[in-house]
Antibody
Framework: QLQLQESGPGPVKPSETLSLTCTVSGGSISGSPYYWGWIRQPPGKGLEWIVS???????YYNPSLKSRVAISVDSSKNQFSLKLTSVTVADTAVYYCASGSVAGLFDPWGQGTLVTVSS | QSVLTQPPSASGTPGQRVTISCSGSSSNIGSNYIYWFQQLPGTAPKLLIY???ERPSGVPDRFSGSKSGTSASLAISGLRSEDEADYYCEAWDDSLSGHVVFGGGTKLTVL
């Protein structure tokens, strides 16, 4: 059964780049016909989808974040990563990684990691 | 403002049946599956319903989903105190090269 775990460097300053990694266990990230994605949740607010990548490399973006987002897969480490550039305090959120066999299906999820953007 | 519209709150007493609505459009709910997630305080969301009305293994049959046109509903029967949580609907949207849309979430209170 797939398990996902987010990791990241900690607080980020405004205008810098937020970088997060999701480590996948229980299955191969490249061999499985899955979608791998990132979702975030600002404190006290709802869920916002950021980006998803299919195992073929096809990528789908939240239109409102597309210009600042990059997603990549490292098959050798069984990880996928998120980069969000030019962050502001509005990007402060719990960031979740998730996977699914169909676009839009997210199961399972990682436990989430809080990223704070502050000077 | 979320693409999918949910009521911000819902409530019920133990044993009651509660429904949560989710309204969208032809490009999302109208043409794709709807998913429902339950988020207990301080935890990651958990898939509750997939493919409009299917329950993953382990989800009690007290939870059921339905879809009609561009709207969907989550029903919880035999309400229990542990059902108090935030509930989110979600769907794939075919517009703008395809993307995921969430509802704003509904906070369910068990009185």
């Amino acid at each position: 059964q797939l398990q996902l775990q987010e990791s990241g460097p900690g607080p980020v300053k405004p205008s810098e780049t937020l970088s997060l990694t999701c480590t996948v266990s229980g299955g191969s990230i490249s061999g499985s016909p899955y979608y791998w994605g990132w979702i975030r949740q600002p404190p006290g607010k709802g869920l916002e989808w950021i980006v998803s990548i299919y195992y073929t490399g096809s990528t789908y973006y939240n239109p409102s974040l597309k210009s600042r987002v990059a997603i990549s897969v490292d098959s050798s480490k069984n990880q996928f990563s998120l980069k969000l550039t030019s962050v502001t305090v509005a990007d402060t959120a719990v960031y979740y990684c998730a996977s699914g066999s169909v676009a839009g299906l997210f199961d399972p999820w990682g436990q989430g990691t809080l990223v704070t953007v502050s000077s | 403002q979320s693409v999918l519209t949910q009521p911000p709150s819902a409530s019920g007493t133990p044993g009651q049946r509660v429904t949560i609505s989710c309204s969208g459009s032809s490009s999302n709910i109208g043409s794709n599956y709807i998913y429902w997630f339950q988020q207990l305080p301080g935890t990651a969301p958990k898939l509750l319903i997939y493919n409009n009305n299917e329950r993953p293994s382990g989800v009690p049959d007290r939870f059921s989903g339905s879809k009609s046109g561009t709207s969907a509903s989550l029903a919880i029967s035999g309400l229990r105190s542990e059902d108090e949580a935030d509930y989110y609907c979600e769907a794939w949207d075919d517009s703008l090269s395809g993307h995921v849309v969430f509802g704003g979430g509904t906070k369910l209170t068990v009185l």
